[in-house]
């Protein structure tokens, strides 16, 4: 079992930067795809970005790439989302996410332990 606890949302304005932490315990991340998704007021949960299970490779969606930057330190076996130049559509609760196993992690159904959530709130 795996748990995992999100820090470091907070309110912001338009801009700004913020750095969630993602903190495993139950079982280290070594060895497998962890990642961030993000779920706005009345949409669906989305893909944000991912490190792969060996921690060598990232990718995120397009609308945060060149703004937020994804890495873990599986010496702390914690996960971090350096979020800068801030814009109100980023506002969401934002998950960290863990798979099983050595597959991508990109949608919903990839993963396997949610952590409980962090609110991002951006102001214009």
């Known amino acids: 079992q795996v748990q995992l606890v999100e820090s470091g949302g907070g309110l912001v304005q338009a801009g700004a930067s913020l750095r969630l932490s993602c903190a495993a315990s139950?079982?280290?991340?070594?060895?497998?795809?962890t990642g961030w998704f993000r779920q706005a007021p009345g949409k669906e949960r989305e893909f944000v970005a991912a490190v792969s299970w060996n921690g060598i490779s990232t990718y995120s969606t397009d609308s945060v790439k060149g703004r937020f930057t994804i890495s873990r330190d599986d010496t702390k076996n914690t996960m971090y989302l350096q979020m800068n130049s801030l814009k109100p559509e980023d506002t969401a609760v934002y998950y960290c996410?863990?798979?099983?196993?050595?597959?991508?992690?990109?949608?919903?159904?990839?993963?396997?332990?949610w952590g409980q959530g962090t609110q991002v709130t951006v102001s214009s």
């Open positions: 139950g079982r280290t991340f070594t060895h497998y795809p």
């Open positions: 996410a863990a798979r099983l196993g050595r597959a991508g992690l990109q949608t919903q159904r990839d993963v396997d332990y």
